[in-house]
Nanobody
Framework: QVQLVESGGGLVQAGESLRLSCTASGSIFSINHMGWYRQAPGKQRELVAS???????GYADSVKGRFTISRNNAKNTGYLQMNSLKPEDTAVYYC?????????WGQGTQVTVSS
């Protein structure tokens, strides 16, 4: 069973940056799409950024121009570079690998942005 482990979260001030990593226990990113989701307290989980196996990227309007999704298949690792962070970016961030409707999730990493 492939596992995903996120890291890189933390407490930062508004305007600062963080880079989240998602490391897989197996080589799945070459055959699975990757997505970063987030869930703030009292809100539904939302898609923040996605990266298909063909390299097509997509971003939520709220993070366009500030966040960048990428992956390194050789390292079995995906990334989410987050710049110009805002307090409204505060949430638990989850990495997902998905294909044909089947999702694998990481445990999440907390990102807190203070004003």
């Amino acid at each position: 069973q492939v596992q995903l482990v996120e890291s890189g979260g933390g407490l930062v001030q508004a305007g600062e940056s963080l880079r989240l990593s998602c490391t897989a226990s197996g080589s799945i990113f070459s055959i699975n799409h990757m997505g970063w989701y987030r869930q703030a307290p009292g809100k539904q989980r939302e898609l923040v950024a996605s990266l298909t196996t063909l390299g097509t990227v997509g971003y939520a309007d709220s993070v366009k121009g500030r966040f960048t999704i990428s992956r390194n298949n050789a390292k079995n690792t995906g990334y989410l570079q987050m710049n110009s962070l805002k307090p409204e970016d505060t949430a638990v961030y989850y990495c997902a690998a998905y294909r044909n409707g089947t999702y694998r999730w990481g445990q999440g990493t907390q990102v807190t942005v203070s004003s």
